[in-house]
């Protein structure tokens, strides 16, 4: 939705992705730096993008959650005169509590990587898999398996819904529908 000034773009990203993680967590997402043109800025969890620790309801399953979302903010086309805050990357990382990788969801088009297309990465834990005698195994964990654009609703409805991390809010299927329609409307 566009704003009126650039801060309000900010702004209404920052308000919609805490809504999101909200889901997950009470950590603060902090946008550093003043709503201003041009550059890209990056939202995470505060502190110094520390990882979040998630847990199941029953205490048995704890996994760790980064965040990292570049964006930038530009005058809209139509109407003239108003901002958005446009996202140009994205790294969520799945964690264990030796913070070794298990999945991790990338998109830099932007970046000095070959690889700009949105992509997932396995756990370095993930053995090579096997193709039968005579043949060489295909590492799994060093593939850019391709996934499309992966919005932060979506992370965050894998680990409430598959991964089974508690829930800090009781309709947290409402506000991942919600930000989900809104993702449909404003897709990059």
Known sequence: ???RNPESAVGQLLARTRTIVGCLTNRPVIAPRRGQLGGLRTLAFAPGDEPVRLR????RRQVFLTMRIEFEVIATQQPEGEF???IRS??????DRDDVELLVWHWHPLGRSEVTH???HLSSRVPPLELGRGLASLPLADLHVPTGHVELSDI???LLAEVGVSPRRSD???VLDAARVADETSAP
């Open 56 to 59: 199941s309801d029953d205490g």
């Open 1 to 3: 939705m566009p704003a």
């Open 156 to 158: 965050v409805r894998f």
């Open 172 to 174: 947290w299927q409402a």
């Open 84 to 86: 958005e805050a446009a």
């Open 118 to 120: 949105p992509h997932l």
């Open 90 to 95: 994205y790294w969520y990382r799945l964690l």
